[in-house]
C-alpha cells in the first residue's frame, strides 16, 4: 500500500532540501488518498452516521483531519492562508482545548450539513493549501512545517483505523448486515500453542533513536522483567469459543468487578460482532457476515473479556514492557496486522514524561487516566503507522476496535 509517511531511512537519504520538501509532498498526497480510499465505498448516508458516542461519522472523521492540517499548519504558517469556512473549526474540532469550542462529540452524527460532497470539496481546499505552502517554503519555514505535516500525517493514519472501525460498529446496528468492503479478507496469520522466554532481568523499553514517534512513546528508560513466557500466538476464535462454551461469559468469578457489571448490563455472551443463528457463530467483518473461523485470532474483546480469558486460562495477560521486550526481540508472530493486543498495563506516563506546551500537548498526555494499553497493530492499522514501542489506548470496556489476545505465564 502506497500510504507510508516517510521513514527515517527516507529522511537520511534526503540529501537536498528539493528532495525533502518531495518527500513530503508525495507523503502527504499519499495518506490523504488513502482516507479518500477507505471512504469511497460508503454512501453520503453511511458517512453520516454515529452509532455510539466514542464512534464518529465517517465524514467527520474526513473533516476533522482536514480541520487538523487548516488549524496547527495552515492558521499558523501560511500567511496568505484563506480559511474555508470559519464554523467548520467549532464542528471539527475534537477534544482540543487551547484551539477553541468545539461541538458536543456524541452529537456528531446530527452534523448532516456541510454534506460529503462539501466535506469533499473542504479537503480538496486545504489540501491545495497545503501542497503550495510545502513547495514554496525555504528552508528555515521547512524546518518549522515539516513536523506539523508529519505528526498530521500519523494523526490522519489513527483516523483512517478509526473510520474502520467506526463504520464497522455502525454496520453491526444494522440487520441486514452491510458490506463495507466485498474483497476484504483476513489477513494471513500464524498458528501454534507454544511459549517462548522473554530475556529476564534490566530491559529497555520505549522509543530511541531516529524518526518519529509520538509524545508518549517517550521517555526511553529501564524495566526490571522477572521470568515469563509468552504466546506466540494470538488466542484464537476456537479457544474462545472453549470459554463460552465453559461458560465463561456465566461465572462471575473469572471477571473483574465492572466487568461482571458490564456482562450483566449489556448481556454480553461472546466478543462484539459474533451472532449465534442456528447453533452457528458467525461474525460481522468488513466483508459482512462470515461463519467464526476457529483457527483465526480473536477480535472485538474489551479488556474486561481479554482478563477473564486469561484467569480461566490460568494465566496472564503481559505488561507492556514484556510485550515490547518480547516484540523487539523478534519472539512474537502476530505482533503486527492482525489485532491490538490488550496488555495488563494502565496506560500512564513513562517516567520523566511531560507534555509539549500549547495545543498539541493536549494529543496524548491528557488521556493518560482510566485507560488500557494495547500494543502491535490491527489488520485496519494503515501499513508502517505502528512500531515496537507503539502505544496504543481504550477505556477497559471498549470492544469495536480490532482488539484480541496474547497471553503469558510465570514459571
Ligand atoms: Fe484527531
Given at each position: 500500500?502506497?500510504?507510508?509517511?516517510?521513514?527515517?531511512?527516507?529522511?537520511?537519504?534526503?540529501?537536498?532540501?528539493?528532495?525533502?520538501?518531495?518527500?513530503?509532498?508525495?507523503?502527504?498526497?499519499?495518506?490523504?488518498?488513502?482516507?479518500?480510499?477507505?471512504?469511497?465505498?460508503?454512501?453520503?448516508?453511511?458517512?453520516?452516521?454515529?452509532?455510539?458516542?466514542?464512534?464518529?461519522?465517517?465524514?467527520?472523521?474526513?473533516?476533522?483531519?482536514?480541520?487538523?492540517?487548516?488549524?496547527?499548519?495552515?492558521?499558523?504558517?501560511?500567511?496568505?492562508?484563506?480559511?474555508?469556512?470559519?464554523?467548520?473549526?467549532?464542528?471539527?474540532?475534537?477534544?482540543?482545548?487551547?484551539?477553541?469550542?468545539?461541538?458536543?462529540?456524541?452529537?456528531?452524527?446530527?452534523?448532516?450539513?456541510?454534506?460529503?460532497?462539501?466535506?469533499?470539496?473542504?479537503?480538496?481546499?486545504?489540501?491545495?493549501?497545503?501542497?503550495?505552502?510545502?513547495?514554496?517554503?525555504?528552508?528555515?519555514?521547512?524546518?518549522?512545517?515539516?513536523?506539523?505535516?508529519?505528526?498530521?500525517?500519523?494523526?490522519?493514519?489513527?483516523?483512517?483505523?478509526?473510520?474502520?472501525?467506526?463504520?464497522?460498529?455502525?454496520?453491526?446496528?444494522?440487520?441486514?448486515?452491510?458490506?463495507?468492503?466485498?474483497?476484504?479478507?483476513?489477513?494471513?496469520?500464524?498458528?501454534?500453542?507454544?511459549?517462548?522466554?522473554?530475556?529476564?532481568?534490566?530491559?529497555?523499553?520505549?522509543?530511541?533513536?531516529?524518526?518519529?514517534?509520538?509524545?508518549?512513546?517517550?521517555?526511553?528508560?529501564?524495566?526490571?522483567?522477572?521470568?515469563?513466557?509468552?504466546?506466540?500466538?494470538?488466542?484464537?476464535?476456537?479457544?474462545?469459543?472453549?470459554f463460552i462454551?465453559d461458560g465463561g461469559y456465566r461465572a462471575h468469578?473469572l471477571w473483574?468487578?465492572?466487568?461482571w457489571?458490564?456482562v450483566e448490563?449489556?448481556g454480553w455472551q461472546a466478543?462484539?460482532?459474533?451472532?449465534?443463528?442456528?447453533?452457528?457463530?458467525?461474525?460481522?467483518?468488513?466483508?459482512?457476515?462470515?461463519?467464526?473461523?476457529?483457527?483465526?485470532?480473536?477480535?472485538?474483546?474489551?479488556?474486561?473479556e481479554?482478563?477473564a480469558f486469561?484467569?480461566?486460562?490460568?494465566?496472564?495477560?503481559?505488561?507492556?514492557?514484556?510485550?515490547?521486550?518480547?516484540?523487539?526481540?523478534?519472539?512474537?508472530?502476530?505482533?503486527?496486522?492482525?489485532?491490538?493486543?490488550?496488555?495488563?498495563?494502565?496506560?500512564?506516563?513513562?517516567?520523566?514524561?511531560?507534555?509539549?506546551?500549547?495545543?498539541?500537548?493536549?494529543?496524548?498526555?491528557?488521556?493518560?487516566?482510566?485507560?488500557?494499553?494495547?500494543?502491535?497493530?490491527?489488520?485496519?492499522?494503515?501499513?508502517?503507522?505502528?512500531?515496537?514501542?507503539?502505544?496504543?489506548?481504550?477505556?477497559?470496556?471498549?470492544?469495536?476496535?480490532?482488539?484480541?489476545?496474547?497471553?503469558?505465564?510465570?514459571?
Open positions: 500500500m502506497p500510504h507510508i509517511v516517510p521513514s527515517a531511512r527516507d529522511r537520511a537519504s534526503a540529501s537536498s532540501e528539493a528532495s525533502t520538501r518531495s518527500i513530503w509532498i508525495e507523503a502527504f498526497k499519499a495518506v490523504r488518498a488513502e482516507t479518500e480510499r477507505r471512504a469511497a465505498p460508503l454512501s453520503p448516508e453511511d458517512q453520516n452516521v454515529q452509532s455510539m458516542p466514542d464512534a464518529s461519522p465517517t465524514k467527520w472523521h474526513r473533516a476533522h483531519t482536514t480541520w487538523f492540517f487548516e488549524t496547527f499548519l495552515l492558521k499558523a504558517h501560511a500567511a496568505d492562508y484563506r480559511e474555508f469556512d470559519p464554523r467548520f473549526g467549532f464542528l471539527f474540532n475534537s477534544y482540543y482545548v487551547a484551539a477553541g469550542p468545539r461541538y458536543s462529540r456524541p452529537e456528531r452524527g446530527m452534523i448532516t450539513r456541510p454534506d460529503a460532497a462539501e466535506v469533499a470539496a473542504y479537503r480538496a481546499h486545504v489540501d491545495t493549501a497545503v501542497e503550495r505552502l510545502m513547495q514554496n517554503a525555504d528552508t528555515a519555514m521547512l524546518g518549522k512545517i515539516v513536523p506539523i505535516v508529519e505528526i498530521g500525517l500519523h494523526h490522519e493514519q489513527q483516523h483512517q483505523e478509526l473510520m474502520f472501525t467506526d463504520i464497522l460498529h455502525a454496520f453491526a446496528q444494522n440487520p441486514t448486515n452491510p458490506v463495507c468492503d466485498p474483497s476484504w479478507r483476513m489477513p494471513v496469520f500464524g498458528r501454534g500453542s507454544d511459549y517462548v522466554r522473554i530475556p529476564p532481568g534490566i530491559r529497555s523499553i520505549g522509543f530511541e533513536g531516529e524518526g518519529f514517534c509520538f509524545d508518549n512513546e517517550q521517555p526511553a528508560h529501564q524495566v526490571l522483567l522477572r521470568e515469563a513466557v509468552i504466546a506466540r500466538h494470538l488466542v484464537t476464535n476456537g479457544e474462545w469459543l472453549e462454551a468469578d473483574l468487578s465492572d466487568g457489571a458490564k448490563a449489556e466478543p462484539g460482532y459474533w451472532r449465534e443463528i442456528e447453533g452457528r457463530w458467525f461474525s460481522l467483518t468488513l466483508a459482512g457476515l462470515k461463519p467464526v473461523d476457529p483457527h483465526a485470532p480473536v477480535l472485538q474483546v474489551s479488556y474486561y481479554a482478563d486469561a484467569r480461566w486460562s490460568g494465566k496472564h495477560l503481559p505488561t507492556e514492557a514484556e510485550w515490547e521486550v518480547a516484540a523487539r526481540a523478534g519472539l512474537l508472530a502476530d505482533a503486527f496486522g492482525v489485532a491490538w493486543q490488550w496488555t495488563r498495563s494502565a496506560y500512564l506516563p513513562y517516567p520523566g514524561y511531560r507534555a509539549a506546551e500549547g495545543a498539541l500537548g493536549e494529543y496524548n498526555g491528557k488521556f493518560m487516566i482510566n485507560q488500557m494499553v494495547l500494543r502491535g497493530s490491527s489488520l485496519a492499522t494503515p501499513e508502517g503507522h505502528a512500531r515496537a514501542s507503539y502505544r496504543n489506548f481504550f477505556h477497559p470496556p471498549a470492544r469495536w476496535q480490532f482488539s484480541g489476545v496474547r497471553l503469558l505465564d510465570y514459571r
